[in-house]
């Protein structure tokens, strides 16, 4: 649970992006010709309060949205949060923090390139396996994939940390997307240089080929069926640290709840993954690798 001066230092930081964003927004905004009058009255619990409370669910220890609100907000953050809205109304609100959250991730959470990369994808499942026929919220969106465990029905979320395990980019695609194709995107790697791990399911020459002219190095294991090519010992050595994707991963799904079946609509699941991942940055210790006793250990 984060303490209270937390909850302020957070709201200030997404409160001063928010005004910054507003007046940019307000700049490039269309005026209709209509002719009829629309109201603009603010809402009584304004999109920085919204985004700061999506954020302090992902880093406490809650699992239900509504029990959240309902038991904790409502009565033990009065002071912090005076004038608080129905439940139905703040899921309404967060589809209007959707586009804020999206730009605040993008432009302040992320962190940079170290020139030591590690690439994975994770399943989001949208529901079991099972009734895949029968799910209607993301019908025609979410698709019927394959990872390492088996079969699952939902989203792709790709993301690239660095030695600190401080996200670099990440990508959401349907479950049926091969792990290479948000590579080939310029924008997803344009942030990164240097070396960048993933596992076999990133093999492809024209890939590798690819990036190395855009200035990454990628780096996977062998298949057994593939001729053995020498690789240097500090890449091996890394290859095997490559777990640490695995644990932010974990992190994301068990820690700020980013994966659950209970979405009604896709604007929801888009603020709750975006709130997820923004509640991830907020954290004070990231996995992370000491790369000083790795090239200690390779130099003795």
Known sequence: MISTDKIIEIFCFIDEFHQEFEQAQNGHLLQSDCGVRKRNRKSQLSNSEVMTLMVFFHCGNFRNLKHFYLFYVKQHLKSEFPETVSYNRFVELQQKAVVPMALFLKM?????????????????????????????TFKGMAAKG?????????FKLHLIINDKGEILDFMLTQGNVDDREPLKNNNFHKKIMGRLYGDKGYIGKDLFEKLFVDGVHLVTKIRKNMKNSLMHTYDKVMLKKRAIIETVNDELKNMCQIEHTRHRSFDNFLSNLLSGLIAYSFFPKKPSLNLEIIDQRLSA
């Open 146 to 154: 394959q990872c390492s465990i088996g079969w699952f029905f939902g």
């Open 108 to 136: 302040c959470c992320l962190g940079k390139c170290t020139g030591i990369s590690f690439i994975d994808s994770t399943p989001l499942r949208s529901c079991h396996i099972k009734r895949e026929k029968q799910h209607k």
